[in-house]
Structure formats: C-alpha cells, structure tokens
C-alpha cells in the first residue's frame, strides 16, 4: 500500500483571542499565542460528511501536525506528531510536546473544581519526575514528551489525563 497523498496543508496564527466569558476562567481570559501548522493525508470522498471521513480514516488518512505553539496563561506547549481516528471514530495520534506551566494549570483546575485533588496531586507529581528543572529557577518543563492519545484516552507521557470521546461529523 502506498502512503496517503497529501491533499490540503494549512497554517494558522493567532494573538490576542478574548475567549468567550466563563471559559478559561481558571487559567485566563485570553490566548496570547496559537499557531499551527498541519497537513491533511488522503483524499476525503465527495457525499455524507460522516461516510466521507469514515472511508478516509480506512484508507489511511491522517493529520499530520507539523507544528504547534500555544501560550495561554501560564501554559505554553511546542508540539508536532500525527493524529488519525480508531474504529470508534475516536482521535488517535502520538506527538511530542514540550511543555511549561503544566503546575498552575493543574493548581487552577483544583481551585475550580475541574479536578479532584488527588487525581491531581498524582498527576502533578508525576509530571514533575518526568520535568526538566531549569537552572535558573524557572518553573519545570516536560521535554520531548510524548503525548499519545490511544483507546479513548489522552495521555503525556504515561500519565492519563483526559477521556477522547467518539467524533460525530454530521
């Protein structure tokens, strides 16, 4: 089987989004940064959106993120990697990201209630194995992290951190 063609590449770049009131409360009000760059691998069918992605999905097709910045708040994360859909049209793809400010995110979701705490102290923690300390102080950094997401879980580095549910295109 040959590799999927490309079939359409895009490149995004925002500064300054005022998010909507009551969402990104707990880490701001507003992205600083986001830039991304991608390209679509495999030809979607003309006819029913959902049919369309399902036959692009069987036949190989991907998403290859070429690059991906985000500073939001405290967090800023460099990524790249290929995302696909399973059987269960839920996402898969494995990246590697760096990423700063992982420790007031998660402190902010505590505060908010987004997160029980013991969820988030074991993630917390684990993390901080897996961080690089700068010299200077600065806060810790996961670097070339792997982020996976596989059998409807989303996961840095072998910690899961969030539940990837099915995508309906319809």
């Not at 991906?68 to 494995?94: C, K, Y």
Request: glycine fraction near 12%.
């Amino acid at each position: 089987a040959s590799e999927p063609l490309k079939v359409a590449s895009a490149a995004v770049e925002f500064e300054g989004v005022k998010l909507p009131p009551g969402f990104g409360d707990e880490i701001g009000d507003t992205i600083e940064f986001l830039n991304l760059n991608l390209s679509l691998l495999g030809r979607l069918p003309p006819g029913d959106t959902n049919a369309a992605v399902r036959t692009w999905r069987d036949a190989g097709g991907t998403v290859e993120i070429d690059s991906f910045h985000v500073l939001w708040g405290p967090l800023g994360i460099n990524s790249a990697g290929t995302i696909a859909l399973d059987g269960e049209m839920r996402p898969i793809g494995a990246l590697t990201a760096d990423i700063i400010g992982y420790g007031d995110v998660i402190d902010a979701l505590i505060m908010s209630n987004m997160i029980p705490l013991g969820d988030a102290f074991v993630v917390k923690v684990a993390f901080n194995l897996l961080a690089d300390k700068p010299e200077d102080g600065g806060p810790p950094v996961l670097r070339g992290v792997p982020v996976t997401a596989q059998d409807g879980g989303l996961f840095v580095g072998p910690v899961s951190i969030a539940k990837m549910p099915a995508i309906n295109f319809d």
